[in-house]
């Protein structure tokens, strides 16, 4: 049995961000990250929205959150692990219909975790107008 069966939606989301953090910074396929990490090419339905599903729509995504930035920033400019939540919060907005707060809340957490102590206010207000 794969480890991701294992996983609730939020380990499965930190999945997500990982593996969409690593497509981001190696520029590697991310089926090979998803494969690694689940160590599986049977992998559950919602992760692999969350992460070929995210990278598939990756320059909607961007177009759709560039708008939302500060005026005198881009996109490129947020840190890799900020763009990775930014666009797996806004695969499971936009595509996989999961209600905003709970996105927002998980995005929020995992911002907490990983990222500088204030990117997860940024990442609220973008996701909020979403």
């Not at 070929?52 to 320059?59: Q, R």
């Not at 500088?116 to 207000?125: E, L």
């Amino acid at each position: 049995m794969s480890e991701e069966k294992t996983l609730n939606r939020h380990k499965m989301r930190i999945l997500a961000m990982k593996c969409v953090y690593q497509h981001l910074l190696l520029g590697k396929d991310i089926r090979k990250c998803v494969f690694e990490a689940t160590k599986s090419n049977n992998i559950d339905g919602y992760l692999y929205e969350l992460t070929i599903g995210t990278v598939e729509h990756e320059k909607q995504y961007i177009e759709k959150i560039q708008p939302l930035l500060r005026k005198d920033w881009s996109f490129d400019r947020l840190s890799l692990i900020e763009q990775a939540i930014l666009l797996v919060s806004a695969q499971e907005i936009l595509a996989l219909d999961t209600p905003k707060p709970v996105v927002i809340n998980e995005a929020i957490t995992i911002a907490k975790k990983y990222c500088d102590d204030d990117s997860y206010k940024m990442i609220n207000g973008i996701l909020d107008q979403l």
